[in-house]
T-cell receptor
Framework: SQTIHQWPATLVQPVGSPLSLECTVEGTSNPNLYWYRQAAGRGLQLLFYSVGIGQISSEVPQNLSASRPQDRQFILSSKKLLLSDSGFYLC????????????FGPGTRLTVL | KNQVEQSPQSLIILEGKNCTLQ??????????LRWYKQDTGRGPVSLTI?????NTKSNGRYTATLDADTKQSSLHITASQLSDSASYICVVTGRNAGNMLTFGGGTRLMVKP
């Protein structure tokens, strides 16, 4: 069966510090991968998606970047965090064919102080 | 612009009671609609998926309906339990390049004893 992992689960960082959130998927190959942000009480906002190694599409201009160094690894980064980067970050994967259901990871709660 | 609107934003009901959550969308052309359940601090989990030709689909105490003509969906929860307390997110997929998802803002349901 497929599983998706995210770490860390929670993170408190000062403004201006760097960020690296990691997401890995097990039990499948060549998945589509996604990063979402969910602000408190708000809906999910798609940040990045990837259809393959090194292929990243950005949905909104922002202070963040994403990379996919391996088939089942997706990393969300920032060089300098802003207060507005606080939120709940979710990674998701889907199959490249057939059902387009997205399977979500457990999320990372980021607080920027 | 593709949009998904959910109502109510929040709802409090007593354990054992029924409730209905609403979802209106403007996504076109339409591919499918999913209802996700998101427990606090966790990633969303899919409850049901409905395609254009489906009107009703059940998953235990959850029953989803879809009216593709009026672009409306509902999620009915029967005999609510405390564990139903969560956010319920309506997600619509368009039949377009990339099959990207449009998320509703969610309905936060609280079931009280």
């Amino acid at each position: 069966s497929q599983t998706i992992h995210q770490w860390p689960a929670t993170l408190v960082q000062p403004v201006g510090s760097p960020l690296s959130l990691e997401c890995t998927v097990e039990g499948t190959s060549n998945p589509n991968l996604y990063w979402y942000r969910q602000a408190a009480g708000r809906g999910l906002q798609l940040l990045f998606y990837s259809v393959g190694i090194g292929q990243i599409s950005s949905e909104v201009p922002q202070n963040l970047s994403a990379s996919r160094p391996q088939d089942r690894q997706f990393i969300l980064s920032s060089k300098k965090l802003l207060l507005s980067d606080s939120g709940f970050y979710l990674c998701a994967w889907s199959r490249t064919s057939g059902s387009n259901e997205q399977f979500f990871g457990p999320g990372t709660r980021l607080t920027v102080l | 612009k593709n949009q998904v609107e959910q109502s109510p934003q929040s709802l409090i009901i007593l354990e054992g009671k029924n409730c209905t959550l609403q979802c209106n969308y403007t996504v076109s052309p339409f591919s499918n609609l999913r209802w996700y359940k998101q427990d606090t601090g966790r990633g969303p989990v899919s409850l049901t998926i409905m395609t254009f030709s489906e009107n009703t689909k059940s998953n235990g105490r959850y029953t989803a309906t879809l009216d593709a003509d009026t672009k409306q969906s509902s999620l009915h929860i029967t005999a609510s339990q405390l564990s139903d307390s969560a956010s319920y997110i309506c997600v619509v997929t368009g039949r377009n390049a990339g099959n990207m998802l449009t998320f509703g803002g969610g309905t936060r349901l609280m079931v009280k004893p």
